[in-house]
């Protein structure tokens, strides 16, 4: 397994918090971190079965059928058709991603996103599409379930990711790593993990490169 051994220094710790993170050793989920899946799950419940009562406050668990009221097949449909980029939905960035992940890649060469989305192809599309980064630069690692994450990030050296799913952070500091929180309806249970609750303050977090 990779080093992970922390790449700063004391003086740059943050009091009270999360030390300042090496952006090499930084990466990141995809859905609900970077890009606003849900309300795009939303947006298709909408318009494709006439479904406007349900809120981004409502989806207070991962699994869709505990916390809404929803016929089950319009749950999968709904969900096989943003996976798959379909039906000609947008879906957008998270609010500040595409700034702060800009000033990122010129303090690092290579952005690592990890998802747990079966192909990569169509989310790495989006990313090479919506981000101000270099094609080059983004490096998009499909898992195909949850528990794979911790291995892809042993392989490439990274010590911290953001997640939006809780019980994969849980999954992540049992095998070693820093996981941050992205705070979202769905993770409101107690954690001891650091949380953020948007790209100004991940934006924070990081060390940036003099003068970026």
Same mark, same amino acid.
């Given at each position: ?13 943050? &009091? !009270? ?16 971190? $970077?890009?606003?899946?849900?309300? =795009?799950? =939303?947006?298709? $419940? ?11 406050? @409502? ?6 059928? @505990?916390?809404?009221?929803?016929? &089950? ?13 379909? !039906?000609?939905?947008?879906?957008? &960035? ?5 700034? #702060?992940?800009?000033?990122? %890649? ?9 998802? %747990? /989305?079966? @192909?990569?192809? #169509? ?5 090479? @599409?919506? =981000? ?7 490096? #998009? ?14 392989? %490439? ?5 953001? +997640? ?16 941050? #929180? ?5 993770? /409101? ?5 650091? +949380? ?7 934006? %924070? =977090? ?7």
């Amino acid at each position: 397994m990779a080093d992970r051994t922390p790449p700063y220094a004391a003086p740059e710790d943050r &009091p !009270g918090g999360i030390r300042r993170i090496d952006p090499s050793r930084l990466a990141f989920d995809i859905d609900g971190v $970077v890009a606003n899946t849900m309300q =795009l799950f =939303l947006d298709i $419940v909408r318009d494709r079965y006439g479904i406007n009562h349900i809120r981004l406050e @409502d989806i207070t668990s991962y699994k869709l059928e @505990d916390c809404l009221d929803l016929d &089950p097949e319009v749950i999968t449909a709904a969900i096989h058709c943003l996976l798959q980029g379909d !039906g000609g939905y947008d879906l957008n &960035p998270m609010p500040g991603s595409r700034r #702060v992940l800009a000033r990122m %890649a010129r303090s690092t060469p290579r952005m690592l996103f990890v998802t %747990a /989305r079966p @192909d990569r192809e #169509v989310i790495q599309s989006w990313l090479r @599409d919506r =981000l101000d980064v270099p094609h080059t630069a983004i490096e #998009v690692v499909a898992t195909g379930g949850f528990e794979s994450k911790a291995d892809a990030l042993a392989e %490439a050296g990274m010590q911290y990711f953001v +997640e939006d799913r809780l019980e994969t952070c849980f999954l992540l500091a049992a095998a070693g790593f820093e996981p941050i #929180v992205y705070r979202q309806p769905w993770n /409101r249970q107690p954690h001891p993990f650091h +949380e953020v609750g948007g790209w100004e303050e991940i934006e %924070a =977090l990081i060390r940036f490169s003099p003068g970026v």
